[in-house]
C-alpha cells in the first residue's frame, strides 16, 4: 500500500473543500433612485389644440364639460430596473382639492415633448396602474400608482383623474408632486 504524502493529503482536502464551497453571492440592498419629470405638460379636453407646454403648475380635473390630464416624461436610465410611479404631498400641503380622488396612469406609445395639445397627445398603450389620492391634512401622503419594469430610457404616462367632479392642483417641487423610483 503506498501513502499519499502529507502536503498532498492536505492540498487535496483544502482544494476539495474550495471547489465545493457555495459561490458567494451578493446581498447587499441595491440603492433607491428617486427621478422628477422632466416633463409635466396638461392637456385639456376643452380647449383640445392649446399647447400650454411644460409646467410645474400641476392641474389634474374631471368635470362634465371635460377634464384636464397631465403628461409625465421621465428620463431613466436604460439598465434602471423596478420603476414605481408614486405621488407624494406632505402634510397639509398647499394644495387644492377635491377629496379624494381616483387617478388612473396610462402608458404612452411614445415620449411626450413640452409642446403637446390634447389633439396632438400621443397614444395610449394600456392602463399601467391606478391609486386614490386622498391628501392629509395631518400627515404625509404617499400613494404608489405604478408598478412596472423599466421599459427604455424615457417613461411617459398620460394621468387622469376618475372621479366625476375631481381636481388636485399644486406647484410641483421635491416635497409635493409625482415621481419615479427605480432600483429599489
Not at 380635473?61 to 416624461?73: A, C, D, E, T, V
Amino acid at each position: 500500500m503506498q501513502f499519499i504524502p502529507t502536503f498532498t493529503a492536505l492540498f487535496l482536502a483544502i482544494s476539495s473543500t474550495v471547489l465545493a464551497s457555495p459561490t458567494p453571492v451578493n446581498s447587499a440592498k441595491r440603492a433607491c433612485v428617486t427621478v422628477f419629470p422632466t416633463l409635466q405638460v396638461p392637456v385639456d379636453s376643452s380647449a383640445p389644440t392649446r399647447v400650454y407646454g411644460s409646467s410645474s403648475e400641476v392641474t389634474l380635473w374631471n368635470f362634465s364639460h371635460g377634464s384636464r390630464n397631465m403628461l409625465l416624461k421621465f428620463d431613466i436610465p436604460a439598465e434602471a430596473t423596478d420603476c414605481k410611479l408614486k405621488f407624494h404631498a406632505v402634510a397639509n400641503p398647499p394644495m387644492s382639492t377635491s377629496g379624494p380622488i381616483d387617478v388612473s396612469a396610462y402608458s404612452l406609445v411614445s415620449p411626450i415633448v413640452s409642446n403637446t395639445s390634447w389633439n396632438g397627445r400621443p397614444a395610449r398603450a394600456g392602463l399601467a396602474g391606478a391609486a386614490n389620492i386622498a391628501v392629509s391634512p395631518t400627515a404625509p401622503t404617499e400613494e404608489t400608482i405604478v408598478t412596472t419594469a423599466c421599459t427604455s430610457d424615457s417613461m411617459n404616462f398620460e394621468l387622469e383623474v376618475q372621479t366625476l367632479g375631481g381636481r388636485l392642483a399644486f406647484t410641483a417641487d421635491t416635497n409635493n408632486g409625482f415621481f419615479m423610483t427605480y432600483g429599489c
